[in-house]
């Protein structure tokens, strides 16, 4: 504990120096500037101008030097996809994106799967399979207006089982 007490004060040496130096030439200043502003009003106005400004001076030259942050303002356009080949679009580029950064896992988040966007973006049109609300249809998955349809199902291939996963777009989203 005296060690420790004995380095406190060695610590506060350089503090007491300074102070004890600001001080006395502090004063010789002062005294100065108040003697030759003495006589009239005009360089008493100045003195104490003079005055303000080199306590003001010395506050700016010793406040922190905290660096300025720098933030880059961008703007930000959201856009709701229109069609079902849109969103097969942002749902691969998405998981590749994530796939390039670990985007999600940094965030603690489960990674995008890109498997069925590419499975669908990569398969022939004969083995794409397209129902809007319960009924087959042969437009191209890339033109189907998703705020037009209650539900839309797509299976690629011939599926050999009921299906698996089914992803249903509500109006308007």
């Known amino acids: 504990m005296a060690l420790a007490v004995g380095q406190m004060l ?6 007491a120096g300074t102070a004890y130096l600001l ?27 003079v005055t303000v400004g080199a306590i003001v001076l010395a506050a700016v030259l010793w406040a922190p030097q905290i660096p300025a942050k720098v933030v880059e ?3 930000i356009h959201a ?18 994106w994530d796939a390039q950064g670990n985007l ?17 973006r990569t398969a022939t049109p004969s083995a794409i399979h397209i129902y809007v609300n319960g009924r087959p249809t042969h437009a ?6 998703l705020a037009a349809h209650a539900l839309i199902t797509v299976e690629i291939g011939r599926p050999l089982k009921p299906v698996t996963a089914r992803y249903t777009f509500v109006r308007g989203q």
């Open 23 to 49: 001080y006395i030439q502090g004063a010789r200043l002062l005294r100065a500037g108040w003697n030759w502003s003495k006589p009239t009003r005009l360089r008493r106005v100045a003195g104490s101008l």
């Open 73 to 75: 303002l961008s703007a």
């Open 10 to 15: 060695i610590l506060a040496l350089p503090l």
């Open 140 to 145: 191209p998955y890339r033109d189907i207006v």
């Open 104 to 120: 999600a896992a940094s965030k603690g988040m489960s990674p995008v799967d890109g498997a069925f966007p590419d499975a669908l």
């Open 79 to 96: 856009h709701v996809p229109d069609t079902l080949g849109q969103v097969v679009d942002i749902r691969h580029y998405t998981a590749l």
